[in-house]
């Protein structure tokens, strides 16, 4: 017969992750925007991490107005991505892909120079090449969700839509 777990106990020993959001932005001609941060070598998607006790559709409103200087109003979640723990990171991170919606003008981005060198909207392939091979199929999910009006998961390859 087995014992139950006093609470504290119980969940002191669940899974923990960390939490990062990004945004998908494409402009009128569907280029994807992709930014520079100047603490890293690797362009990524506008996001961050998500604060403690923030919602994952909040921080990406916040990444987005901190980042560009836009007020954008972040739709559907797009992809959930989980991967595992890598390098000095000992946790699973879960990563959310909301929908950014097209931007018509893009001289309304003001970048915060504290944290990114630029920005550039991309193809496909510019994305492939400037994205981490792990972070990459994110974009690609997260346009076919967005065309499909779905939430697509992710695992670290491959892709199977839930709804």
């Not at 559709?57 to 959930?80: M, S, Y």
């Amino acid at each position: 017969m087995s014992e139950w777990l006093p609470p504290e106990e119980w969940f002191s020993k669940l899974a923990a992750f960390h939490a990062v959001v990004s945004v998908l932005i494409t402009d009128t001609d569907g280029r994807v925007l992709l930014v520079k941060p100047n603490y890293q070598d690797r362009w990524t998607l506008p996001g961050g991490y998500v604060d403690e006790g923030e919602a994952p559709h909040e921080a990406a409103v916040r990444e987005v107005r901190e980042e560009l200087g836009l007020n954008l109003q972040v739709g559907a979640l797009l992809v959930v991505d989980w991967a595992p723990p890598a390098g000095a990171r000992t946790r699973a991170l879960m990563s959310f892909t909301f929908d950014g919606g097209t931007l018509d003008d893009p001289g309304r981005i003001r970048l915060r120079v504290e944290e990114l060198d630029g920005f550039a909207f991309c193809t496909a392939a510019e994305v492939a090449d400037r994205l981490p091979a792990a972070v990459s199929p994110r974009v690609s999910t997260a346009r076919t969700a967005r065309q499909r009006k779905c939430t697509m998961y992710l695992a670290g390859r491959g892709s199977v839509p839930f709804t």
